[in-house]
């Protein structure tokens, strides 16, 4: 055997899956069709639920989000013209989220798996799994100088994204259920050289659109907009962006910071969800076996919650221990994860403009977040959510 875990995919799930094995004593081989440069500069998300920096740092790879990151204690939920917080760490016992974006926690991953003498094969291409159901599941693939490989391992993990082709080995028609929800609204996300607009984030309900006001640096803002689902990068000025930022959120002590736009990408939503994330000897975790709408940033943390199970159950089953959580191990992740689908759904649903009921729609999501905000279980629903439910 040429490794006890073979993982397809190197981001979140994959990296995260193959640090956690190596501190409890189990091989681990990482394939990744881009490069590490890819891998290390594209632009996700930037929200790190509790859980998932507590993790980073009990793992030691949490030294620089520590230094870098930042600590929000709080939320604004903006309508009718009005900020309305969520106070984290009053609603729940001292939780809270930290900023510090995708891209890093990756290239923190990278360089503590390289440190630790890991294994990851970037710039791969032509991956397939054979013999899933065996003892010996092999994955060949052709490596970035263009030579056919091929690895044995005893288990393959499935952390490929999306659009992974691996989800296909868990047949359709007797076992595997897929459930998918496209919504009529996407994001248009910008990253501007400017101070920032607001302290904490802003997620704002207008009649014209959603608006999210983020973060990176003091120096680097994150902002998006709801845009329509066949808008393009190109339908949106600089202009237009700021004035249509301006009129979603500006009022009431808070006003909208202008600058130098830097990139700009449109995100689709979408739900998604395969059960069970598992057959023979092949787990999925992340993006491959799910995703989420973006309103909460929820992806990157809950493919962080599918590997920490996941490396709990390999490591029990490495040690002779049986089968027993391995073979639990969609029973034991799924909930949270319907759990974080509900969340994303409820927050876009509550936030967004729906372009079929305008009208009475908008009165309704200013009802339910009036409702939501006026009432401490309302906020602290939103709070434990948004700060995310202990792994145990
Ligand atoms: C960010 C993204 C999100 O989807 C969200 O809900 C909050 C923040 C971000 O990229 O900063």
Known sequence: MDTQVGIVGGGPAGLMLSHLLHLKGIDSVVLESRTRREVEYTIRAGVLEQSTVDLMVDTGVGDRMKREGRAHQGIELRFGGRGHRIAFDELTSGRAVTVYPQHEVLKDLIAQRLTDDGDIRFGVSKVRIHDHTSGTPKITYRDSEGNDQMLTCALVAGCDGSRTSIRDLIPGDVVRNDYFRRYPFAWYGILAEAPPSSEELIYANHPRGFALVSTRTPEVQRHYLQVDTDDSVDDWSDDRIWSELHARVDGEGVEIKDGKIFLKSILQFRSFVCEPMQHGNLFLAGDAAHTTPPTGAKGMNLAIADVYFLSKAMAEYFANRGRGRLDGYTETVLPRVWRTQHFSWWMSSMLHRLPDEAGFG???????????????????????????????
């Open 362 to 392: 908008h009165q309704r999501q200013v009802a339910e977040l009036d409702m939501v905000t006026r009432s401490v279980a309302g906020r602290t629903l939103v709070a434990e959510n948004y700060v995310g439910t202990p792994f145990e």
